[in-house]
């Protein structure tokens, strides 16, 4: 077989981000309060001025536009912080800003993140009309006293009518939910799953409660005081009975930590999976971009004051750095290898330039955790519940 010149495969490895497609992540740092498990960057303000952040996301997606221009957008996410306190006025800007920016694929998907109070429930219709096709909503507990302890402040009867308002409005939806919480049982954990199976219409995203530095919950469990959480034995049965139920339900696990029917899956969180190409604007937002010959990292400026003056003078970001093939390649089997359908080798050998080690793949085959089927390699049932593990074997 004639060896490929080196100007071929750069070629080559620049246009990889079209096995995985294009996105746009858009990040609203705000929220009413702060959950005490959560790590995301958000903040809580006394007030925002919209004008001023309309603009900034405007001028931002113009500005990357010029950098990546004439790509077709597969989806768009806005995430947080809680994207449900944005005023729809400005989510229809955003959008109208990207169809301007990039042609848009014909059915895109464009997901809003939402908590499950009236008061965001209240601007569902304007998010509709702005242009959302699919809302995601954080409920995280079927449990009153657990949602108090999670610091949300909606009450389990508040999120299942903001559920049924949702789809009214939006063709697609989905909610979250935490488990291993404090004091759950195995079987407490299996009858609200099943509930939440009777509310679902055809995703959920279904996530181990953890503990994270520099959290609420992390200075508690560093001085003793988060009692109850379930030991591993426990919350890996959870994890288990997670997949079995929602497997039987017709909602399989197409990645870790999120059950959808076919066809129902998110478009976007694909795109981070698949190692595709997205912008990621608004404070803190992480991006990869294919350009000028190589594929790029790219992050804003995490503090939202200093991000949105920076905007107005230019830029919001603070870091675009080119990433070598080795990270390239470690970035995709960390991302690929989430997902149900796993990595495709031979992308992984063009993005490593050479091939993942035969003697890790045969034997990590032979104890059960991976399969090789039509040159993909998949984790299994087996080999998800200790993922990490199985990743840092593969890696070389």
């Given amino acids: 077989m004639p060896r490929r010149s080196a100007s071929s495969l750069t070629a080559a490895l620049a246009e990889d981000w079209q096995e995985g497609g294009f996105g746009l992540y858009v990040h609203w740092p705000f929220c009413q309060s702060k959950c005490p498990y959560c790590d995301f960057n958000s903040h809580v303000v006394a007030s925002v001025d919209h004008d001023r952040w309309r603009a900034a996301y405007v001028q931002e997606i113009a500005r990357y536009a010029e950098l990546v221009p004439h790509r077709v957008l597969n989806s768009i996410f806005f995430g947080g912080g809680t994207p449900s306190l944005m005023p729809p006025e400005t989510v229809a800007a955003i959008i109208d800003a990207a169809r301007a920016a990039w042609p848009m694929a014909n059915d895109p998907e464009i997901t809003l993140e939402a908590n499950p109070t009236s008061v965001e429930a209240g601007r569902f219709a304007g998010y509709a009309q702005a242009g959302v096709s699919r809302v995601s909503l954080g409920v995280q507990a079927l449990d009153d ?10 009450s389990v009867a508040e999120a299942i009518q903001a559920f049924e308002i949702a789809k009214k409005y939006f063709t697609r939806t989905s909610f979250d939910l935490i488990y291993a919480r404090q004091g759950q049982t195995l079987g407490g954990w299996q009858s609200e799953l099943r509930r939440a199976l009777d509310l679902a219409v055809d995703h959920l995203s279904l996530y181990q ?52 029917r076919p066809g129902a899956e998110s478009r976007h969180n694909l795109i981070y999976w698949r190692y595709g190409d997205y912008v990621g604007i608004g404070p803190g937002a992480h991006g990869r971009l294919s350009h000028d010959g190589g594929r790029h990292a790219t992050e804003a400026r995490r503090m939202p004051g200093e ?13 675009r750095a080119a990433l070598p093939a080795h990270e390239q390649a470690t970035e995709f089997l960390l991302m690929g290898l989430r997902l149900s359908e796993g990595i495709d080798m031979a992308r992984f050998e063009r993005l490593a330039g050479a091939p993942l080690d035969a003697e890790t793949v045969r034997h990590l085959d032979e104890i059960g955790m991976i399969r090789i089927e039509n040159g993909r390699l998949c984790a ?3 080999g998800r519940a200790v993922l990490n593990a199985v990743i840092c074997e593969l890696l070389p």
């Avoid at 508690?220 to 288990?240: F, N, T």
């Fill in 145 to 154: 006293v657990d949602l108090r302890r999670l610091g949300r402040l909606h």
């Fill in 209 to 260: 409660l953890t503990i994270e530095n520099g959290t609420a919950f992390g200075e508690r469990h560093a001085e003793g005081k988060l009692r109850g959480l379930p030991e591993e034995g426990l919350a890996a049965d959870m994890y288990q009975a997670t997949r079995d139920i929602c497997g039987a339900a017709g909602l399989n696990a197409y990645e870790v930590s999120n059950h959808a």
């Fill in 307 to 319: 991000w949105l003056d920076r905007v107005e003078r230019g830029s919001g970001e603070s870091l």
């Fill in 380 to 382: 299994t049932e087996a």
